[in-house]
Structure formats: C-alpha cells, structure tokens
C-alpha cells in the first residue's frame, strides 16, 4: 500500500528543554483512517499542527505524498486540508458562501470550484441553511459544515483534530459515519486525533498511543486489545503508559 | 486571484454594520457640532434682542424706557412676577435668562448714580446652553445701559450729537496680527476661532481615526485567530504573506473610507464655524476689521497650502499604517476576546497621550528629554504637523515624515516576521493566563482527562 503520510523522528519544543512532541515516528496509508489519541496536552495538535505546515519541527521531518514539510510545504499544503481543534468559521458569511471561498482557494478552474462545492453540498446535509449566516449555526452545523469543506476537494489527506469533541452523540455519529464512508468508498486518507480513546476505536483502521509527547505504541485496534488483553483502548493506554512507568 | 479572493473577504469582515454605523455617527458628529455650536452662536445673538424683563419700578422713566429699548436694538418682553422664587418663576416663564429692574432704578438712573439692573439666569440643565443665553442677557444690559447714558447725556448734560458720538467711543482700537513676517488687520480673538478648528479639532480627528482603525483590525485578526479560522486559511494553499497583504490593503482601505468620512464631516463643520465667526464679527462690528478672520489667516499663511495638505494626509495616511501594523501584531497575540481590549490598551496610550500633550501644551516649549520621548512616538508628528507646517518648522515636519517611513517599514518587517514564522501560533497574551479549557462531557461518558496544560 501507498504511504501517504510519511513521519520521521519529528520533535517540537516551544520552549527550550521541553519537547511537547519528541521524535515521532509513523505513516499513514493510502485509504486508512489512522488516529493519533492520548490525553489533553500529549502532543497530538503539535504534531498534527507542524504536518500542516503551520509550525516548524525543531527536528526531523515528514512527507506528505512524497512531500517534505519543511522544504515543500506549498506542495504539501496543496495535498492535505486541515480541520483545526474547535475550528469556527466566518460568522458573517453564508454557509455557501464559506464554502465557495475555501473552494476558491484550492481550486484553479470555477467547473472544479462549483464540483467540490456542490459535493459538500451534498455531504454535509445543511440543505436551506446554507443560505443563511454561520452566526446562526448550532456546533454541530459548523463542524459538519467544516467536516465537508475539508473533504470537498478530495484531498490526499485529511487532518481532522478532535473532529467529534464538543458535539452531541447524533451529530458525532453522523460525522464519523462520513469519515467511514469517505475513507471505505472513496480511498479518501485521514489523520485524526481525539483525546476520547472510546470513541475512536469506532472510526479508524490504526491508532497510535500518545502520552506526554511520545508515541507509545502504533497498531491496529484488535491488534492492540488482543496484545495488552484489553477490553477497550482506554485500557490499552493504561497498560500501555503504566509498562512505561515501571520501565 | 486568490489575493482578490481573501481582499474581498476581508472587507467584508471589516465593513460590519457596527463599523459603518460608527463611521456614519462621526460624521455626523462634526457636522452637527458645526451646525448646533454656529447654531447657538447666532441663536444667541439673534434671540439676545429679545428677553423677558421684570419691571419693579413704577417710574415714569422706566417706562419710558421700555418703550425705546427697541430703538436700541432690544425688545423687551415684559412679564410679571407671581411670586418672590425666581427659580420657579423662570421655570413658569420658560425663560432661561431675564433681567430685573428693582425699585427705585428710574430714580438713581435719573440722579447719575448707581442704578442697578439684576440679570437671573437658569441653570437647570447644564452645559453650553444656559451659559450662552445668560451672558447674552447682556446685550439687554448693554440697550438698558446706551439708553440711560444717552438720556443722562441729552437731559442732564445736554451735550451735543457729536459730543455724544465721541463719548460713545472715545478711543478706537485697531487690532493687528503679526505671523510668518506677515501683519493683518484683524483681532486676535476672531483669529483663534479659525486656528482653534486647526490645532485642535484636526488632531482630534486623526486620534480617532486611529483608535477606530486599531480596533477594528484587532478584532477582526484575534477573533479570526480565536475562531481558527487562521489557522483553516493557513493550512490551504496561500502563501502567508498574500494573507497578510490581503489583511492590510483591507483594513488601510476601510480606515481611508472612515477617513473621508471624518473628512468631510469636518469640512461641514468648518464651514459652519466659519459662517458663525463671520456673523459673530459682523454683529460686533469690531473697528477696522477689514477682511475675514479666515482670509486673514490665509494671507498670514496659518491656513495649510496644497502642498502642506499634502505632506499633512501623508503624515495622517503614515500614522494610520503603522497603527495597523501595530494592531496586527497585536492582534495575533491575542487568545480570548477579554484580551484584545487589555491589547489594544498601548496602541491607545500612544496615540492618546501625544494627543492630549499637543492639544493642552505647545511640546516645542516642553523641557528636551519630554519632547525626544514624545517624538519618539511616530503619532507624535501628525498630531503636531499643522502647527509646524502653519509656523514653517518644515525641517521638523520632514523629519517625522522620514521618522514615520522608518517606523512604518520596522513595524511591516515585525508583522512579516510574526506572520511568517512559528510565532504566529506560538505567541500568546491572555488576560487570565492558567488556560481554562473546559470541555464538556462527551457522548461516551468515560474519559481520561490528564491536563498537563
Ligand atoms: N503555543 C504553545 N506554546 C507553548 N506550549 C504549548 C503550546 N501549545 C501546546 N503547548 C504545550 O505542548 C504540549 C502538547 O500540547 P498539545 O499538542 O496541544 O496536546 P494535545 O493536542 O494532545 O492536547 C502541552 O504540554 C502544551 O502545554
Ligand atoms: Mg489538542
């Protein structure tokens, strides 16, 4: 299978000393939903942050479709979309609007721009909201609005973080429905992260377990509960962080 | 296409409702301050010909009296008293000011000693108002005053009509201004009335074209900040600095609009000043006073030329750049909304202190380490560019123009270098720093919750 996303040893401190993320290293396929999860302040927005070209690695590197980070990043930034942690969107915009704007940003021909808008259109299921300004709209109808925006264009990859936190159990499902659907039907790749290890397990092919800037283990979920002789990946991490401990 | 693209979305943003309606209320501000301040200048004088006078004295000279007050440019509107409280008999009256004659006036009038006339005014709401039209009661005073003089002159003295005329003005004063090597024949005070609008008023204005542009933009960078939406726009496939571009061409286009605005509310309010000072002189028929307060303040060269005016926007068009480059670094710094007002507080205290500085005290006349310090600040130079360009301090003007480029160019350089770098999303300022961060409990109940934040 094709690797898509490529991480080689990628560090970060914001400040000197202390590394919020310290040499990651994994890939993620072509098709695949992989989930970078672990508690609040692991590292798992560092890292998706400095994949989408927002913030610099203090070493190491990562590929995107062949892409270095560092050294290609418009290149990268042409492959990958990103939904930020909480993410809003131009309130004083139309939901149509938002869309055709970020269309406009990717594509290069107004055929490609109304074909990504009207498949959002379609996906995130707002109907005749759309017409009307994002101010109005409830969490669930700018995540799934954002969710949509993010998928419009096909890109090579996803980068969701904590695509579901904050929102309530129906418009959660819906949302990781689509993620599944895109990912099973489409061959669409998607890096997500989520501190509710629970939920996760639902939605993605391979997990990695993050804590305290460090990438424990990577796997596939059985193949982490059948390893740990977990029930759930909640366990799994416990395990996983208390064999750290007494190493 | 895609700079296009993020321009008109960012104008967007700017142009908000709130930001329209605050522009439309400065202009109207100056206009309608222009037109009430002539207003109740000529209201005054016009309204001063007429007031309500008490008269307490049974005298037939008083009577007399008010029957030719009207030849003296008066016209008294007699009432009477219903009881001893002025206070309440004002207010019955719907007067704001009359003048009383006590008993006896027609008596002391007529023997050429002390006779007094009592003038009450009514301070019940304060302000501008009741002030004017107390201090015009006087130009009742004034007839009461020509008519007993005259009589005392004809009956008494029985002096002659050109005895009389030179008593009336037994001395003329010509009043002249000496200014930029030049001299008019104007006073002094009908001549502050026109620089007035110039040292204080368009400092004023350029203030708070200051406060609203920094403002503006700072809200719309930390709210897009707050919102991620930054963070969305800079994950796409647009280089940051056509972001940045696109934020500034925005914000300076929406300032220049909010400018014209002011401009011409101002212009509007000028002219009405102007209007208002001409009639004011004509109505004191001041002697010698050939032209204009504001011709006179032409030919003194104290008005701007075209080529001033000039040098004067590109001061104004300077200072808003560097307010809004300050403003977008500031802004990315922001974390919270409670935040950016903490954040707007230096942009506010350096654009408002040289300000207060120019308008109560000449900074020329300040000791030297206050004046480097205040020039130090790039608005400094604006605020005081009217006057140095009015008074020819040409090289000092020049000086903070290059003094504004200069900074202009720093402030870009530091807004580039935060735009382009780590910094961006590194760089924060918050008001309550210990993040709170307090995420609901989600669908699935469980979860671990290790804030290492
Ligand atoms: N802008 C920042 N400046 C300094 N430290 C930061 C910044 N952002 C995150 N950190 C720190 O880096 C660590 C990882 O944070 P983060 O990547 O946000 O974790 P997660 O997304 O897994 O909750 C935390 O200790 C956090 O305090
Ligand atoms: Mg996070």
Redesign the pocket.
Known sequence: MNEILRVEELSKS??KGKK?VDSLSFSVHEGEIFALI?P???????TIRMIATLITPTSGDAFVDGHSIIREADKVRSAITYLPDEAGAYKTMKGIDYLYFMAGLFCKTSEETERCVSRAVKMCGLGDRLEERINGYSRGMIRKLLLSRAVMTRPKLAILDEATSGLDVINALDIRKTIKQLSKEEGMSFLL?S?NMLEIEYVSDRVGI?NR?NLMVTGSVEELKSRYSAANLEEVFERVVNSDEIR | MKFGNILKKELRELLTVQTILSMLVVFFVYAFMGKAMGGAINDAVTSGESMTVINLDGSDFTARMLDSLPDYGFTPQISELESENYFTEMERLGTESMIVIPAGFGESAQKGGGAEVEVYTLMNKGGFGSALTGSHAFSGVYAIESYVSDSFQNDVLGLSEEEKAYLSEPVVTAEYVCANGRTENISAESLMSVMMSQSILAPAAVFFLLMMAAQMLMTAISTEKIDKTLETLLSAPVSRLTVLCAKMTAALAVALLNAGFMIGGMMIYMSSMMSSAMSDISASGEAGEAITAAEAAASLGLTLTAGETAVYGLMIFLSIAIGLAISLILGAMATDIKSVQTLLTPVMMLTMVPFLVTVLTDINALPTAFRVILYLIPFTHTYTAMTNLVFGNTGLVWAGVAYQLLFFAVCMYLAVKVFTSDLL??M?FSVNSPKKKSKSTRNKGLQTEDR??
Do not use: D, I, P, R
């Open positions: 914001y400040k919020a672990g609040n302040g692991a590292g798992k927005t560092t992260s501190h993050m800037g | 999303f590194t924060s290492e934040q």
